[in-house]
């Protein structure tokens, strides 16, 4: 079965860390762009960050860079996404996603894989 496992998520107050974390399996994720999308209450699913195959490349929003970081595990197939210096407004289910292609997008309509989503509060 091809699927995407999110866990990690969880209630932190304002300043706090979280690291999620998505388990693949059922298909080589290893040449796949793995991305991170955020939904929240009454908003549109956004682009949080997106590693490439390689692991070599990383792209973030703007208001991510530096308080967010992606990374990727080949050997567990497996995507991290480390969110230090959390805000209230981050507060979302976070999405991890997979993109059967080489070329970066932050569209979600791009990525063709999801998983379930991790719930992230975080209180002030």
């Known amino acids: 079965q091809v699927q995407l496992v999110e866990s990690g998520g969880g209630l932190v107050q304002a300043g706090g860390s979280l690291r999620l974390s998505c388990a693949a399996s059922?298909?080589?994720?290893?040449?796949?762009?793995m991305g991170w999308f955020r939904q929240a209450p009454g908003k549109e699913r956004e682009f949080v960050a997106s590693?490439?195959?390689?692991?070599?490349?990383?792209y973030y929003t703007n208001s991510k860079a530096g308080r967010f970081t992606i990374s990727r595990d080949h050997a567990k197939n497996t995507v991290y996404l480390q969110m230090n210096s959390l805000k209230p407004e981050d507060t979302a289910v976070y999405y991890c996603?997979?993109?059967?292609?080489?070329?970066?997008?932050?569209?979600?309509?791009?990525?063709?894989?999801w998983g379930q989503g991790t719930q992230v509060t975080v209180s002030s």
């Open positions: 996603a997979a993109r059967a292609r080489t070329l970066y997008s932050n569209s979600p309509e791009d990525y063709d894989l």
């Open positions: 059922g298909r080589t994720f290893s040449t796949e762009i």
């Open positions: 590693i490439s195959a390689s692991g070599g490349s990383v």
